[in-house]
Structure formats: C-alpha cells, structure tokens
C-alpha cells in the first residue's frame, strides 16, 4: 500500500513538471512569435512608409503669449500691429501628396484660412473655402467628391472647384449666379500641394522651383516632421542669414538634446561639437523671389575634427515660406523646408527629407531628418519666448546679412497686407 501511495504520488509531481514545461515552452514560442511580428511591422514602415515626426516635449510648448512689442495703434476699436503683417504674399505648404488620395477631401488652416483641399478622381487638386454658403457647415468633414465638384454633407449643394459656382441644389430648378465659394489657386510640385496667398487677390507672380532630384532622379519622401512655432513666419527663414547664432546655438552634439536650457548647463562638457563654417546668404540677382546661401558642417571630438563628417550644404530660399537644402556631401540629401503662418505669430513648420529608393538611403533620410529636427527645436525654444522687433537697434558685424534679408523679405508685403485681417471672413450673406 505504501508502495502505491509513492508511487501515485511521484506520478502526479511527474504530470505537474510536464505541465510546467508545457506552459514555459508556449510561453517562450509566444514571446518569439509577438517579437517577429513587432520586428516586422517596423522593418515594414520602415522600407515602405513615410517616417512621421511630431514632437510633444513641454519645453517646445513654453511661449510667451505677447510676441511683439512697439507702437500698437487701434483701428475700428480692433488692436492692429503697426510694425509688420501677419501674412506675406507667396506659395505655402497645404499637405504632402501622397496625404491626399483621389476623391478625398482634407481640412486644411493657412494663413488665416480654413480650406477644404480635394482631389477628383483624375487626380487633380481643388482648394475651396472649407465653410458652405449656406448654412455654414464644414465640407472638409464628411464631404464629397463628384467629379470636379465638392458636395456638401448638409443639404449636398455641389460647389465647383474650377470657379466655385453651385452646380446643383437637390430640388431647385434655377441656381443664381451669387451662389459660389472661394476658390484658391493651388500647385502640386515636388511631391506637395501648396497654395497661392495674395493680399489683394492677384494672380501668382511665380512659381516654386521644380527639384531635379524628383523629375528626374525619382527621389522620393522618406519622412516629415512638423513643428508649430510661435513667432512671426519671417523668423524661421531669417535663422539662414543669422549666422551668429550657429555657435551658441547648434555647436553642441545631439546627445545634448534640443532643450536651449540643458545646453548651457552642459557647456564646460562639450567634447563632441558640430563646427559650421562657409555660411552665406545673398539675394538672386537673376529671379527677385529667390535668395541662396551655403553652409559647411564639420564633426569635432576633443577638438579633432572627424573624417568623412564635412557636409557641405546649399539652401534656396524661394518667397516667403520655402528652403531647398541640399547636402552634397559623399552622401546627397534633400531637406524641403516649409514655413506656414496660421495667425500672428503661429506657424506651421514643416520637413520633407528626400533621398533615392533603398534601405541604406531611406536611413540616411531619416538620420538628416532627426538632426535637423534637434537642430530646429533648440531654434523653437528661442523663437517661443523671444520678442519681435523690426527695429535693430545695435548691429554687430555678422548682422549687416541680416538686415539685407529683411530687406528682400519686405517685397512679399503689398499695400493691404498690414491693413488685412489673419481670419478670412465667409459671407454668408447671398
């Protein structure tokens, strides 16, 4: 009897350690399959996606709420900026191409306007006032494409994209020639959509430069980052004539992160410095909405400068809100830069990084698009919680570029762009 109490006993510790073995084994096979799956998925978005970047750190959302200061003069009992408009005049940043699929419609805010942006079934890109005449409603939200046409999802008025007339109204026989929305010229290039904004309505005065790099060498979009800064748009731009401002700011490597305020604590332990050398800037004398520059990037450690880090570098600056740079380094890139002003003092900020198809290509991309982003966010803590002046009232040597930049940057501002409003009015009214 004993004998068979041992041995039913060793019998069930047997079943038990099988058991656990069991459980460990498809409890490993578990951890390996999730493994396989996640390291797919990110080699997928990896070799076959657009690499997305929109930061959320607290030090990029600190921002003063009164970013101008000087003489403030009152008009129809509204406050008016006296120094400088909000919005110049110039082709801006709606969306990425391949963010808009035919026969969709997108919501878009620029320069004071809310716009609904489609695409009809041919491919063709529309921008109409987001804002029905109607009543009102939103056509970005729930409308849709027919033909060259937006439906509105409230009462599925059709409104043209070519003219912005009515084309039907579901039960009426006439349509008045008064009923139609705003129209805004728009241009797809370089793998974007932009729109044409004039304070006095005009016609395009020029356009944004084709880049050799997607015509003919088929580049394509690896990845974007945005940024919303709160400044006045011709800050950014103005940072590529500033060159003073490259040794303080961006000398320190990128473990230092992108907060201005852990740089300067760090600064005695800088062994690892970005050295910029051969900066430039000069308005065309061939096309008067384009002004160039080149700088010159080095990698120093210990005060030794690294082989194969010198990058030298072209921007172009085209009117207001756009930078081509391009890296003609051992390893090209191709950085699009797009500055878009949503109310005084907010943009919207903007990078595409380009580069040839491939894997090896696709990470050089998107490392250039990683330090740009560091780079440009330690610029963001400045721009946050500095004032605006149009005045310089002390110029140093390396400030003489500035003031030619402010100088070509005045001639995207027409007569009433200081006496327009930043928020487009939809009348309502017919």
Known sequence: MLSNMWFAHHHYIGDTSVSLRTLIDVLFL????????????????????????VPNFPHLNQHRKNKHYGRVRKKNGEMMEAD???????WFYLLASADLAKEHVKHVTACGLELAVFRDASGEVY????????????MARGGIVKGSCLVCPFHAWEFSGIDGKCSHIPGAKKIPDIVKTKCWPVLERNEVVMLW???????????????????ELGWKVHGRSEHTVYCHISEI?????????????HNASLHHGSDIRDINKDNKDKKVQHI?????????KEDWYLAKGTLCHDLYFCGYRL????????????????????????????????AVPIEPFKTRLVHLTLGPSGIRSKLWALLILRTEACMVERDICIWNNKLYSKRMNHLAGTDELIVRFRRWYAQFYSENSRNRTYQHKIDLTW
Not at 38 to 49: D, H, I, N, P, V
Not at 308 to 335: W, Y
């Open 30 to 53: 578990f951890l390996i399959t999730y493994a396989v799956v996640k390291a797919s998925g990110w080699l997928y978005r990896l070799l076959f996606t657009m690499h997305e970047y």
């Open 84 to 90: 400088i408009p909000a919005i110049p005049n110039g």
């Open 127 to 138: 921008a109409v006032d987001a804002f029905c005449p109607h009543l009102g409603a939103n």
């Open 197 to 215: 904004y004039h304070a006095e309505d005009r016609d395009p005065q020029y356009l944004p430069n084709e880049c050799e790099e997607i015509t």
């Open 237 to 249: 731009p103005e940072n590529g004539a500033d060159i003073a401002h490259f040794l303080p700011v």
């Open 276 to 284: 910029f050398g051969d900066a430039s800037w000069m308005a065309s």
């Open 307 to 338: 082989p194969c880090t010198k990058l030298p570098a072209a921007f172009e600056q085209i009117g207001p809100g756009i930078v081509h740079l391009r890296i003609n380094g051992s390893k090209p890139g191709l950085l699009l830069q797009f």
